[in-house]
Nanobody, 124 residues
Framework: QVQLVESGGGLVQAGGSLRLSCAAS????????MGWFRQAPGKEREFVAA????????NYADSVKGRFTISRDNAKNSVYLQMNSLKPEDTAVYYC?????????????????WGQGTQVTVSS
């Protein structure tokens, strides 16, 4: 089992920045690929970013490329999402997820563990 706890969400104006953190506990964190997903009201949960177990491989949704950066610190059992140039359409609950498959995967159904989510609201 892996437990994931997100933090760092909040209210920010358009153009601003936030840094989300996800703290993991349980099984060996460094074995897992990690991802961030988001879900806006009335919409399906969608992929945002992913990072491989080593941190050498990353993937991003087209909508966030150039604005968001995913990173991880295996020594701290943590993964991060730096979000810059935020837009109102980035408003959503953001979820951290862990995959036994260690690559930077984009498919939601390949993730095994999920956090409870943290709300990000971007005002115009």
């Amino acid at each position: 089992q892996v437990q994931l706890v997100e933090s760092g969400g909040g209210l920010v104006q358009a153009g601003g920045s936030l840094r989300l953190s996800c703290a993991a506990s349980g099984r060996t964190f460094s074995n897992y690929g990690m991802g961030w997903f988001r879900q806006a009201p009335g919409k399906e949960r969608e992929f945002v970013a992913a990072i491989s177990w080593s941190g050498f491989s990353t993937n991003y949704a087209d909508s966030v490329k150039g604005r968001f950066t995913i990173s991880r610190d295996n020594a701290k059992n943590s993964v991060y999402l730096q979000m810059n140039s935020l837009k109102p359409e980035d408003t959503a609950v953001y979820y951290c997820a862990a995959a036994i498959v260690g690559g930077g995967i984009t498919r939601r159904n390949e993730y095994n563990y999920w956090g409870q989510g943290t709300q990000v609201t971007v005002s115009s």
